[in-house]
């Protein structure tokens, strides 16, 4: 099966700097890659989104890029805000029937 | 609802009792699905619903965890024999089956005691 994994385990960056978070996955197959955002307390929320075919996606101040060759994706955050402050979740799929999930990465983002 | 409604919030059992948790997927949603999530980690599949049936069940631990969708909306996960391995937050997402998007539900704490 898929094995997704990810780093770093926790971020800090202050306030207006940069975030980047970092996924490999094992099967050539999936071809559907998403992030999602977990708030304490409550269910992820998918937040941006990547299709195989597609090397890029930005929506706003986030950003996505596929490297199919390498198998690794990332998730970009610029001007990051306080309300960024979460766990950041991987995922990928071939046939979305089951999602496999990073561990997930703790961005704390410091006034 | 507008939502991913899960029910109960949190529920606290004794070794050895059975459970049953609920979730209300998105009106019209024909996929749903069940993840468990322990403290730290990312979501684990269980079980995918296409409709009433079960398309994958492969995640499920063991024979004690069995989940149904009778009507192809509203499903139910049971775990019989509780143990104290099995508490987690146990999520439900739902899907449309023309959208790649899943909406996650607030989850259901599991306490087994």
């Known amino acids: 099966g898929e094995n997704v994994e990810q780093h770093p385990s926790t971020l800090s960056v202050q306030e207006g700097d940069s975030a980047v978070i970092k996924c490999t996955y094992s099967d050539s197959a999936s071809n559907y890659f998403p992030w999602y955002k977990q708030e304490l307390g409550k269910g992820p929320q998918l937040i941006i989104d990547i299709r195989s075919n597609v090397g890029e996606k930005k929506d706003q101040r986030i950003a996505v890029t596929l490297n199919k060759t390498a198998k690794h994706f990332s998730l970009h955050i610029t001007e990051t805000q306080p309300e960024d402050s979460a766990v950041y979740f991987c995922a990928a799929t071939d046939n979305f029937n089951k999602f496999y999930f990073g561990s997930g990465t703790k961005l704390n983002v410091k006034p | 609802g507008a939502g991913v409604s899960q029910t109960p919030s949190n529920k606290v059992t004794e070794k050895g009792k059975y459970v049953e948790l609920r979730c209300d997927p998105i009106?019209?949603?024909?996929?749903l699905y069940w993840y468990r999530q322990s403290l730290g980690q990312g979501p684990e599949f269980l079980i995918y619903?296409?409709?009433?049936?079960?398309?994958?069940d492969s995640g499920l631990p063991n024979d004690r965890f069995f989940a149904v969708r009778p009507e192809g909306s509203v499903s139910t996960l049971k775990i019989q024999r509780t143990e104290r391995g099995d508490s987690a937050v146990y999520l439900c997402?739902?899907?449309?089956?023309?959208?790649?998007?899943?909406?996650f539900g607030q989850g259901t704490r599991l306490t087994v005691v």
């Open positions: 009106s019209g949603h024909t996929a």
């Open positions: 997402a739902s899907r449309s089956g023309s959208t790649t998007e899943a909406f």
């Open positions: 619903f296409q409709g009433t049936g079960a398309a994958d």
